[in-house]
């Protein structure tokens, strides 16, 4: 049974009452705790209750004595809808609160049945009466229609009451059509009984108004089956859900537009660092958002300030695309060297421009520095190459001179421009034919916005609650670092450069002891220097958030590049055993999102949260669509403490209650020793055992609201990844277009929910695609007793190229199937 | 004696004789005279014998790693300025294994109290050589005798400009409260080294050898950094007082822009209209 399915048995309009609890589904319909679907007025039926019973003051054994009637699955097809319950979970706002008073009282639905039954009624006594024309009928019909109309106007208006306290007044479409039904109902019943005033007599004609009148009290009763239909399909667990549509439109915009074939066009521009590349990068990306495309863009750089050769690639598309292509539509090259640097990346339709020592079948073999040169100075090939590529793409130039205006300063305009012109003509004379340009996606108008995986992880963060940085610099990792202290002149945020990791990381102990909300950024090698401090978070249950942005190592390795290689680091880092959290986002919108899950799951549960990026990730820019920051909970878990406060007082569920010094009476006492409930040392064996059995249990409630992957497609070859992979494999699969295809991505990658992953269990095949040469998530998996049948692995420093991907993973299922 | 700041059912684990409970002592009589409230009181600690003393106060405390204290005090301070934190440890967490995070501390100028038990050997792990070891000194692993210089530490927070440095010797019991009241009254990092004996793993550096080997300050120009500095390299016998003592801007009063900002971060929330208007800034324009 689904959610969706389970969702149905809620014990009202004679439903069984069933609720699940740890993945099996009990019939509750014969308890009297649960008349009606309902308990305490505090839980409905129909839902998955795993993570209220924590909070309940019995515990599981009430199950016992009732049926079970099936076991859950956690797979909800498309829609990763468990964030958002989580994040629900933990708000509470002043509208919740009329939420639960509506539950236990709820108008509508109340006041709904009255005017349906009467309409009913009404509808039968004229039928009634068309047979046998008696007086009595005829009455009955009236007064039932007149009555049906008034408390339909009351239902109306609860039921309005209900769209504002349930939905925000937010356009969903039961409730647009239940809306439009029921104005037409009201204004039929206001014309049937203006009809029967002016002519008390009507019904025993038969003229056209007679008929009007029989015909509104009849097309009433269909009116109020829809109206019926709707309002039972809006059950309170779908309301419920339905509220997180609004923070999950842009899921399902992104999940969606995977089933989307998209057009693209992607640019590839070549020159050494500090040659001006990031300008035109940034000009490109921005004029492309301006027009409305999606855009995607990622750079490759060497680990040098200036020289070399770097390349930036764009994607411009009618829809959102999230991964890189090895092989360009289109490559710019800025210099020779760049030439030299991509040639094993022209394919055979890329269209190459500049180079004059190389060779290749679709090529403008000219030196762009030269031409800059004749037409304007060097020193404006950027924007003359920009201009120039407007031109071969026959775009219009006037958004690409808005874009320059916002960008350069006020004195470079004229200079630039010109530039800009002069490209633009250049190109329109040599009468080149290149891919078609994707049209721009139905909905522009608006400009697109776009975010790099740094800044989106970066509000993230902000956005739950992160007050202090402490942090040691280390590429790719800085970014975050750079962007907070930024914002820490608009916001409350504490800023520090520590000495070293070690220092840094204890710093971020320090700031959530005594009550702020600490963050560290780092990368491998850094993140190895604070592996004993995470083990004295562990023991000392203060939480902790670690933003490790991987590049490939081991030692120094590849500072500028990017792979997936550090998830071992994360999981076993750190003396002892205690638990911890590890998340790695996929996209820009995860990165945002898994930001404020840190936060949130560091305070609650009082362990590290490591959350995992890397150097394509955070480099990369993608579209992104408006985040409503008001979405975001923002619960605080710190409590006041009491003169006999105990830090780590034992529970049922191991979390102790968090005070801070100097908020309260009581004295907070943390020691990295094994100690008691006050914080002492101790070396009790009694003691020892249940505090390390107390830190245990917390992991088991870490499991129990683990993010469920995201599953796209229902076929039963698995193609699985975690992190950044996301974007890669779901264009692969849109390209591939096979039903067997399946794409099940991990954001919540340790500790892993054993339910979660039973879907797995039915595929016929496992995938995995890891960019890394140990494919350590695949041991993880298989820690879980998940079977992986093939794994697609990559260690040279690169992201995931969709056009290679494709490829592998088209061989690999040709193998296995 | 009856002091409210002696944890009441502690068990201390110190050898008997140890000049730690002479510190212990001076330091719960201190607090007490200085009538401070536990409950905004923080004492932060490594690993060591001398690290324990804040399992013995009754306090707040966050006992961490070894040489590991300084960072979580410099957090602390970051999240709560208005609380009151002491950093207390020995020789070898603070000097030795925490090196680097004393530099830092100092040159943070971090309004903290910084409180060094000096026996010039490791007790905790019986009986090795300390950064303060004297040269000469044998022991199972240094079986020669110790050959490096030996670690000066009022003379690196000197030559880091520290806002207040200090020595003192535990027997002298009233010198070593007027200068941690000294200490705890100054705004800006202060660093007390206390020598003190190990009487079971550190047969020369003797209750007796202190005595004999340190002599109190007497008109000495605490606002002279050179004198401070000169009075600092001079050893054997070592002075003992407040060698430097000038208060400058702090590490919370830089951090923080006003006074309205410097809030305890727990009573903080961030402006999500604010947060809207600058996901606006950075996802429409800004790259």
């Not at chain 1, 209900?162 to 969903?172: H, L, R, T």
Request: proline share 4%.
């Amino acid at each position: 049974m689904t959610l969706e399915e389970l969702s149905h048995y809620n014990g009202r309009d004679g439903n069984p009452a069933y609720v699940a609890y740890k993945g099996v589904v009990y019939d509750l319909s014969q308890s009297d705790m649960w008349k009606n679907g309902e308990h305490q007025g505090e839980h409905v039926a129909g839902v998955d209750l795993s993570e209220a019973l924590q909070h309940a003051p019995h515990g599981e054994d009430v199950f016992k004595g009732f049926k079970e009637v099936g076991k859950l699955e956690m797979h909800e097809k498309k829609i990763p809808m468990s964030r958002q319950e989580l994040k629900l979970k933990y708000t509470i706002t002043s509208k919740e609160k009329w939420r639960r008073w509506y539950q236990i009282y709820h108008p509508h639905p109340v006041t709904a049945h009255f005017p349906i039954v009467l309409h009913f009624f009404a509808a039968g006594m004229d039928i009634a009466f068309i047979f046998s024309p008696l007086e009595k009928f005829e009455q009955g019909t009236y007064y039932a229609f007149l009555f049906a109309t008034l408390f339909g106007l009351i239902a109306m208006i609860s039921g309005i009451l209900s769209w504002w306290v349930n939905y925000n007044f937010n356009v969903i479409r039961p409730l647009v059509i239940k809306l439009y039904t029921s104005i037409f109902t009201l204004l039929l019943g206001i014309i049937g009984i203006v009809l029967h005033v002016l002519n008390p007599m009507i019904a025993y004609n038969s003229d056209a108004l007679a008929l009007f009148y029989h015909f509104s009290i009849l097309i009433t009763v269909p009116s109020v089956i829809v109206l019926g239909y709707y309002g039972g399909r809006l059950t309170w667990w779908r309301q419920t859900k339905s509220d997180t549509e609004i923070a999950n439109h842009l899921h399902q915009e992104s999940v969606e537009s995977k089933f989307l074939l998209h057009n693209d066009f992607t640019i590839m521009i070549g020159g050494s660092a500090g040659s001006g590349i990031k300008t035109i990068e940034t000009l490109l990306s921005d004029v492309f958002a301006s027009m409305g495309y999606y855009v995607f863009s990622t750079k490759e750089y060497m680990s040098r300030v200036r020289g070399g050769s770097n390349t930036v690639q764009i994607r411009v598309s009618d829809t959102m695309i999230k991964a890189p292509k090895w092989k360009p539509d289109l490559f710019l090259a800025l210099d020779e060297l760049s030439v030299s640097h991509v040639k094993d990346r022209i394919g055979v339709d890329t269209f190459v421009i500049g180079g004059q020592n190389e060779k290749f079948s679709n090529h403008l073999q000219i030196s762009l520095q030269e031409e800059a040169k004749k037409h304007v100075t060097k020193q404006f090939i950027n924007t003359f190459a920009a201009g120039m590529l407007f031109g071969l793409l026959k775009l219009p130039l006037e958004a690409l001179e808005n874009s320059l205006k916002k960008h350069f300063n006020e004195k470079d305009h004229e200079a630039n421009l010109e530039a800009i012109r002069q490209g633009h003509m250049y190109a329109q004379s040599q009468n080149i034919e290149l891919k078609k340009f994707p049209a721009p996606p139905k909905k522009s108008g608006e400009p697109m916005r776009y975010i790099d995986g740094t800044t989106a992880a970066g509000f993230g963060f902000l956005v739950g609650g992160c007050n202090s940085v402490t942090s040691y610099p280390m590429s790719p990792s800085t970014g975050v670092l750079n962007f907070l202290a930024g914002l820490s002149k608009d916001f409350e945020i504490a800023i520090e450069q520590a000495e070293d990791e070690i220092a840094a990381f204890n710093m971020v102990l320090g700031v959530w002891y005594a009550g702020g909300r600490g963050l560290t950024t780092t990368s491998g090698g850094g993140f190895a220097l604070m592996s004993e401090g995470l083990s004295l978070c562990g023991m000392t249950e203060t939480p902790a958030v670690v933003y490790l942005a991987q590049r490939p190592g081991p030692a120094t390795g590849l500072p500028t590049r990017t792979e997936q290689g550090d998830l071992n680091l994360a999981l076993y880092a750190g003396h002892g055993e205690f638990p911890r959290l590890i998340l790695a986002p996929g996209d820009a919108l995860e990165a945002l999102e898994l930001g404020h899950l840190a936060f949130e799951i560091a305070d609650r549960f009082q362990v590290p949260v490591l959350y995992l990026s890397d150097q394509y990730l955070a480099d990369s820019v993608q579209s992104i669509l408006k985040v409503d920051f008001e979405l975001f909970s923002q619960k605080r878990y710190i409590v006041k403490s009491q003169a006999d406060y105990l830090r780590y007082k034992i529970t049922q569920s191991g979390i102790s209650e968090r005070a801070i010094p100097g908020y309260g009476e009581g004295l907070v006492c943390c020691d990295s020793d094994e100690h008691d409930e006050r914080g002492q040392i101790t070396e009790s064996y009694k003691v020892r055992e249940s505090m390390v059995d107390k830190r245990k249990r917390k992991l088991e409630q870490l499991r129990n609201v683990a993010i469920a992957p995201e599953i796209i497609g229902d076929g039963n070859i698995a193609i699985v990844g975690w992190g950044s992979t996301k974007g890669a494999i779901s264009e692969v699969l849109s390209q591939l277009d096979d039903s067997r295809l399946t794409q099940v991505h991990f954001s919540w990658i340790y500790p892993l929910n054993k339910g979660h992953l039973s879907k797995l269990s039915d595929m016929d095949f496992i995938i995995v695609v890891e960019n890394n040469s140990n494919a350590q998530f695949t041991d993880l998996l298989k820690l879980s007793d998940v079977k992986v049948d093939a794994t697609i692995l990559q260690s040279n420093g690169f992201p995931f190229f969709s056009d290679i991907l494709v490829d592998k993973i088209a061989q690999k299922v040709k193998e296995l199937s | 004696m009856n002091n409210t700041f002696i944890r009441p059912e502690t068990d201390k684990a110190w050898c008997p004789g140890c000049g730690n409970f002479g510190i212990l002592n001076l330091v719960s009589e201190v607090l007490e005279e200085l009538e401070l409230g536990k409950q905004n009181l923080v004492f932060v600690s490594g690993i060591g014998q001398a690290s324990k003393t804040p399992h013995y106060l009754d306090v707040n405390m966050y006992n961490g790693l070894h040489g590991r204290a300084l960072p979580v005090a410099t957090g602390i301070k970051m999240a709560n300025p208005e609380l009151i934190v002491v950093a207390e440890g020995g020789d070898g967490d603070m000097y030795g294994e925490g090196g680097n995070h004393f530099l830092n501390a100092v040159r943070r100028n971090l309004n903290i109290v910084h409180i060094v038990h000096n026996n010039m050997v490791y007790g905790l792990t019986k009986g090795q050589a300390s950064p303060t070891s004297q040269r000469e000194f044998k022991t199972k692993v240094q079986v020669n005798g110790v050959s490096n210089e030996p670690f000066n530490p009022l003379s690196v927070a000197l030559s880091l400009n520290a806002s207040f440095v200090a020595r003192a010797y535990m027997q002298n019991k009233e010198h070593t409260k007027e200068i941690l009241k000294a200490a705890f009254l100054h705004q800006g990092y202060a660093l007390i080294d206390i020598f003190q004996p190990c009487v079971v793993f550190n047969p020369v550096n003797t209750y007796k050898w202190f005595s004999e080997n340190s002599y109190i300050l007497e008109e000495h120009d605490t606002a002279n950094i050179m004198s401070a500095m000169e009075k600092a390299m001079q050893t054997h016998p070592f002075a003992l007082g407040i060698f430097y003592q000038q208060e400058r801007k702090t590490f919370e009063e830089s951090l923080w822009k006003s006074e309205e900002t410097s809030n305890p971060l727990y009573t903080q929330k961030h402006d999500i209209k604010e947060m809207q208007k600058q996901f606006d800034k950075y996802t429409l324009s800004y790259l």
